[in-house]
């Protein structure tokens, strides 16, 4: 009988976990590589754009270089840069910049605070290009599908923005939905996407099958080498075919290292690499197809509906940068670069599915913007360029100082390997920035505000915190002063939990309370909310309790989180224990007190004045407090207080 019942487990159990890769793959490729697998839609053509300032010439030699130069771009970037050596570098399974940022600020102190700073900074400012990738983006994908029609139908040419502009505000207005409901439709689309870019790849390779020579990396060098002049500037456009690299890494979290390398390697490089070579092959034997080469590919009888699958894999490809977005936004007001926002979970079932109202319609109007003012993908190309190498090449400095500092790689190993990776990245940065005049300005301007908004809130926050902790003083002293105050103060029945930025203070609200009503209830819970610097915090080391000295109905209790939670205060608190909290806390009837701070520009030389507003001006932005915290707004009390900056 043991045998009989021992012997199903050997078949079941990997049976069952070779579906749950599979559903989990197939759910990657809808998700992760959207932005990445639309690429060649518009990447040769915008090589060979006559209209480009510094345009290749369409020569035999020049095809053959261009293809093998965009094969072995995006398996030196994507496949060993991203897949092979940074999607290594994981922060608990989370990963993307703000990962690296993390580990960096946690592990770099040892390098002194000089490096860590300047690391850090340098991170963020890799965080603020991705806020341009995340507006170029959806404009240069769902205008380059759109724009398909034109070689279905040449009179539709004036209708590709309007269609454009339309799909763009329906894409925004569903993101307050989130993807949970049409997140399982993303994979099916995906893998539909891929097996047709690939077979009508395959196909275009049967016409001229000598285009397979351009595997070679060989032509790849003679053409860098040999015509440095004309390929150097080609590389601008070539580095888009990398577009959505940062994404594998970003997403590693939802999915895990291994998936994506199977989702990567086992369909999606093939497909692109088919299509990259059927394209090539096509403009070989017709020069004219390079107006667009990608719709040209198919048969007539499969171009429109070839046009419809391309407008549905850029949506889902805008879908996963603007939820990207949304992921860095979340996690940089976990660690205190921008004020706390809304910020709304929109699936049960993905982990750092968020919705930031905010920043929504923010990505709105600028994507509109540029779709009104580019009114084509061809323009746009060099601006979403600089925008791609320009993360792609901090992410990789940054993960070298990864390895250095956490993993103590050789430095022959980090100057020979990690020199010739940054080497790659820094020649398609140098090119893109010979686009400057020509839109790579775009994402340089909107990463040096957004980097500006950032640094300008971490200075700000610590010049309030610094002003906070004076007005509030130490925590400890004044529980002291409390219980040796005589005549003693008056206890009221109930429970009162204040909100602190952490135990070393007295909250204002309790200070102000005690000291003007004099005052003081039977429990009073002080909480302070930690986010650390992982992912997630189990339940079991969530909370850490501290009596204050005293048996006196007055505790405090520090909460916390990891960057990727929404902090929610009374689930947190109803894992305490009575016995713990000096007699139980009754929640469901406590008020919950709350320090609103007024902030006012003073004479104290902390900032620079424009600083000064700028840092003012966005606090106006922050969340309502109960609201982010998860408080019940009917028992909440707001005590307030005035802070120069």
């Not at 049967?206 to 003679?222: D, F, G, M, R, W």
Request: hydrophobic fraction near 50%; include cysteine; charge should be neutral.
């Amino acid at each position: 009988m043991r045998a009989v019942s021992a012997a199903p487990v050997p078949t079941h159990r990997p049976g069952g976990r070779e579906v749950v890769r599979l559903a989990l793959i197939v759910s990657a490729l809808g998700v992760v590589f959207g932005d990445i697998g639309t690429s060649p839609i518009y990447t040769i053509q915008t090589v060979f754009n006559p209209a480009d300032p510094h345009p290749v010439p369409l020569t035999t030699d020049n095809v053959y270089g261009v293809v093998s130069t965009i094969f072995w771009s995006v398996m030196i970037i994507v496949t060993l840069t991203y897949v092979t050596l940074v999607m290594r570098a994981d922060n608990d399974g989370e990963g993307g910049i703000m990962a690296l940022i993390t580990m960096l600020r946690r592990w770099g102190r040892a390098q002194g605070r000089r490096s860590a700073f300047t690391l850090a900074a340098l991170g963020i400012f890799g965080a603020a290009l991705f806020f341009g990738d995340s507006m170029i983006a959806p404009a240069i994908s769902v205008l380059s599908a759109v724009e398909g029609m034109k070689v279905v139908e040449p009179g539709l040419e004036e209708w590709v923005v309007p269609i454009t502009a339309v799909i763009i505000v329906a894409l925004f207005c569903i993101q307050r939905f989130g993807t949970a409901i049409v997140g399982r439709f993303f994979g099916p689309v995906m893998i539909t996407w891929f097996v047709a870019i690939g077979g009508f790849g395959l196909l275009g390779i049967t016409e001229h099958p000598e285009i397979v020579k351009a595997l070679s990396p060989t032509y790849a060098l003679s053409f860098l080498a040999g015509n440095f002049g004309v390929a150097f500037f080609a590389l601008a456009a070539i580095v888009l075919a990398v577009t959505g690299a940062e994404a594998l890494y970003a997403d590693m979290g939802h999915f895990g290292r291994r998936v994506i390398t199977w989702g990567w390697l086992g369909l999606v490089l093939p497909a692109c690499t088919l299509s990259y070579f059927g394209q090539g092959a096509l403009i070989l034997g017709d020069a004219t197809a390079i107006s667009s080469p990608f719709f040209l590919l198919p048969p007539e009888w499969a171009r429109l509906p070839m046009v419809v699958l391309a407008t549905a894999a850029t949506v889902i490809a805008s879908q996963a940068v603007i939820t990207g977005a949304y992921s860095v936004v979340s996690q940089a007001v976990r660690v205190g670069y921008l004020p706390r926002l809304r910020i709304t979970h929109t699936s049960a079932s993905q982990i750092g599915q968020v919705y930031v109202p905010w920043i929504n319609w923010v990505l709105m109007v600028a994507v509109l913007v540029l779709v009104f003012s580019f009114r084509s993908s061809a323009a746009l190309a060099f601006a979403f360029g600089m925008a791609v190498i320009g993360t792609i090449t901090i992410t990789t400095l940054l993960y070298l100082c990864v390895a250095r500092i956490r993993w103590g790689a050789p430095t022959w190993l980090l100057v020979l390997g990690g020199g010739t990776l940054l080497l790659v990245d820094l020649l398609f940065l140098s090119a893109n920035l010979t686009k400057i005049v020509h839109g790579a300005w775009l994402p340089l301007l909107i990463g040096v505000l957004a980097f500006t908004v950032m640094i300008t809130w971490q200075r700000g926050r610590a010049v309030v915190t610094r002003a906070r902790t004076a007005a509030e003083g130490p925590l400890r002293p004044f529980v002291e002063e409390i219980q040796s105050a005589r005549p003693p103060l008056h206890r009221v029945p109930g429970t009162a939990v204040f909100l602190n930025r952490g135990k070393d203070t007295a909250p204002l609200a309790l200070r102000a309370n005690v000291e003007h009503n004099q005052v003081l209830h039977e429990h009073v819970v002080i909480v302070s909310v930690i986010t650390c610097p992982v992912p997630r915090v189990p339940d079991g080391e969530r909370i850490d309790l501290d009596h204050l000295g005293f048996v006196d109905g007055m505790v405090h209790v520090g909460i916390r989180y990891g960057y990727m939670e929404k902090p929610s205060v009374l689930p947190a608190l109803r894992l305490l224990d009575p016995d713990q909290t000096e007699g139980p806390i009754d929640l469901d009837d406590a008020s919950f007190f709350l320090s609103k701070i007024e902030l006012v520009a003073g004479p104290e030389p902390t900032m620079a004045a424009w600083r000064k507003r700028l840092f003012i001006a966005t606090s106006l932005l922050t969340a309502d407090a109960a609201e982010y915290f998860g408080l019940p707004r009917d028992r909440v009390v707001i005590v307030g207080s005035r802070i120069e900056v």
